[in-house]
């Protein structure tokens, strides 16, 4: 009985403690286990690829880098725009009549692909950030140097190509007061130009016109009073006229100088080619008038018919006139 009695409460007690035993093995199942406090939030606060402040950082560096090369690149394109211009308006400026000249097309062209580059980052970004007032001040401002770009561009194009200057379809007289002397530019060539070299210590007072057709323009210039009193005729500035003219035709003489009659007026022409205007061919005559020296330039295309040339350039040198 009594072992009866202690096998019941072993087997009591052993359930007691089997039971305690499972219950504190479902409590520990159940309960979510502890993590590392320090491991857990650098966890929830690190994003993949590094701290978000970072990141952060190294993309607003990189739009200030994106936006200040947009604006080097529109500063840079704006300068190689007008220095192109200004090289094309110089190139022409300084070349004589029928001479070679330069279009910088390519550093035009050039300035102003970058110069659009650059602004379409700066656009892109003022519209990214919502900011249409400065967008607008800025298009606006864009649109506005284009057109300037654009007319200058066309002017220097028409100033240096001759050839898509207007024409005229009449005749055009001259006249000079000063030198007292007319001249009569046939129909087809462009409006008569004056120019006009005031006298100085060193040099005569100049007075020239001119006017270019397709293929041949005309010069006339008359150097005020700067023949001698003892020349008496035009054999006496031989000298002179032929050391110049083999300075002027750098390029090789084809006509030495020589004199020659036109329309009953004795002159000295001479012909030859100039080493900055290849396929152009010049021709220079020199006359006196009234102590004054005249002398009629004219240039034309290699190619050009030589009847065609003589007949223009005839019709011309007999137009030119006393009054």
């Known amino acids: 009985m009594i072992e009866n009695e202690e096998e019941t409460r072993f087997g009591r007690e052993a359930e007691e403690t089997a039971e305690e035993m499972t219950g504190r093995n479902i409590d520990a199942a159940v309960e979510e286990p502890e993590c590392d406090e320090s491991t857990s939030e650098d966890y929830d606060e690190e994003p993949c690829g590094g701290p978000a402040t970072d990141d952060d950082d190294s993309a607003a560096e990189d739009e200030d880098c994106e936006l200040q090369d947009a604006r080097r690149n529109i500063r840079a394109g704006a300068l190689w725009c007008v220095g192109g211009l200004a090289f094309s308006f110089a190139s022409y400026y300084f070349t004589e009549a029928g001479g070679r000249y330069f279009v910088a097309t390519g550093a035009i062209v050039y300035g102003a692909l970058q110069a659009f580059r650059g602004l379409y980052v700066v656009l892109s970004r003022l519209r990214r950030e919502g900011d249409m007032q400065r967008f607008r001040t800025t298009l606006l401002a864009a649109v506005a140097a284009v057109a300037l770009v654009g007319w200058l561009t066309a002017m220097s194009y028409r100033v240096v190509h001759v050839g898509e200057l207007p024409k005229v379809d009449y005749e055009q007289t001259v006249e000079c007061d000063s030198l007292r002397l007319r001249a009569i530019f046939p129909a087809g060539f462009t409006e008569v130009e004056h120019e ?128």
């Not at 323009?217 to 009193?229: K, Q, T, W």
């Not at 021709?283 to 009847?307: A, C, F, K, P, Q």
């Open 196 to 323: 006009y070299t005031p006298e100085t210590d060193s040099s005569f007072a100049i007075y020239a016109f001119y006017a270019g057709g397709e293929d041949i323009g005309m010069r006339v210039e008359g150097v005020l009073r700067s023949v001698a009193d003892d020349v008496e005729s035009i054999e006496d500035i031989y000298d002179y006229c032929a050391r110049r003219d083999s300075v002027y035709y750098d390029g090789g003489i084809m006509t030495p100088t020589a004199k020659v009659e036109i329309g009953g007026r004795t002159m000295l022409g001479s012909s030859g080619r100039m080493a900055d205007s290849e396929g152009w061919i010049f021709s220079s005559y020199d006359m006196l008038h009234d102590g004054d020296l005249v002398s009629v330039n004219i240039w034309h295309r290699e190619g050009m018919r030589e009847d065609e040339v003589r007949r223009i350039s005839d019709l011309f040198l007999r137009s030119v006139e006393s009054y």
